[in-house]
Each structure stands twice: as structure tokens, then as C-alpha cells.
């Protein structure tokens, strides 16, 4: 299954992403940045499944989105208040990280 965007839209402190297969998908800012999948957060789970993340310093900018730009087709890479731009978000880990949220 391939997954595209339609359109992402900010909407106060949470980005909503509506898919090309219909679906919608809203995130807030806070879960999206604790999700961060650099390796420096962290966010990417060991072969048994497991997520260790080390001690992240957050400030008060961290939960601010300056901006997102498309990636390669399948993800996105968002901007940060504080300067954090390295975490690429794969449209299926969108997905899945939505769904884990609203459990
Ligand atoms: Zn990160």
C-alpha cells in the first residue's frame, strides 16, 4: 500500500494530515515532537520492538512547528522553534503513531 498526501494543515497545536485514501490524521505538536525519529530522540524501536530513548532536553520553543517540507515522496521533516530539524517522518509512521495516540 502506498501511502500519499493530500495536504497537511496546521491547526492551533495540532497538524492535521489528510490522505490521499481518504483517511485523516491529526497529531498534536507535543506527541509529534516526543515521536521524533532522529537518532538523537531516539524514536526508532530495537528488533525486539523495544524504544529506548535517551534523556531528550526539551525548551520552551520545542513544541513549536516552524515549518515541514516533503521528503523524497514518502515522509516529512519538520522544523522546530528550537532549531531541530533532523527527524524524517515517514507517511507510515504518521499513521501508525496516530493510531498508537488515539488508543
Ligand atoms: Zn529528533
Partial sequence: MSLDLERVE???????????????TFLSLETL???CPCA???????????VHRPPVQYLPG?????GFVP???YA????WGDGHS?????FAYL???????NE
Avoid: P
Fill in 71 to 73: 521528503v523524497g515522496g
Fill in 86 to 90: 533532523t527527524g524524517i517522518y515517514s
Fill in 10 to 24: 496546521l491547526i492551533g497545536q495540532e497538524l492535521a494530515i489528510h490522505w490521499k485514501d481518504g483517511e485523516e
Fill in 62 to 66: 520545542s513544541f513549536r512547528l516552524e
Fill in 33 to 35: 515532537r516526543r515521536a
Fill in 76 to 79: 516529512l521533516q519538520f522544523r
Fill in 95 to 101: 499513521r501508525r503513531l496516530a493510531s498508537s495516540a
Fill in 40 to 50: 538523537a530522540c531516539g524514536g526508532e524501536a530495537d528488533a525486539f520492538g523495544r
